[in-house]
């Protein structure tokens, strides 16, 4: 079962959940993206929840219809779901990281001594 966070509607969240499989790669450009219903079902949510998440992607430019066939990954969404995320973690979390490290009294060195072990651990 699928686990949502209370606090952010539903619909973004399984927008953001399309939006991180295209990051990853499970659908590239011009791949399709399961039904609406198919989506829904997977995630058990009701049917017009997962139908305002994929009008929202659309919106964005992220995914469009293909009437008839379905929904479609557009052209530039990955790089266009990569900026906008780069953006909103310069702007928002960012800010309060570096406010986190000022009340703990963290320094950059401790800081990129963890980021450079957390990268070797994953190589």
């Known amino acids: 079962m699928t686990t949502f966070n209370p ?13 991180d499989e295209i990051i990853s790669g499970t659908y590239a450009e011009g791949d399709r993206v399961p039904s609406v219903r198919d989506y829904a079902v997977s995630l058990q949510v009701n049917t017009n ?3 305002k998440a994929y009008e929202s992607l659309g919106r964005d430019g992220i995914i469009y219809n293909k009437r008839g066939l379905g ?11 990569m900026d906008e995320r780069r953006n909103n973690f310069f702007e928002t979390a960012l800010p309060e990281f570096f406010r986190q490290m000022r009340m703990l009294n963290i320094t950059i060195d401790e800081v990129s001594d963890r980021y450079k072990a957390q990268q070797a651990e994953s190589d």
């Open 71 to 81: 929904y479609f990954v557009a052209d530039g969404a990955k790089q266009k779901i």
């Open 49 to 51: 929840t997962a139908v």
């Open 7 to 19: 606090d952010r509607a539903i619909f973004l969240q399984m927008a953001d959940r399309i939006c």
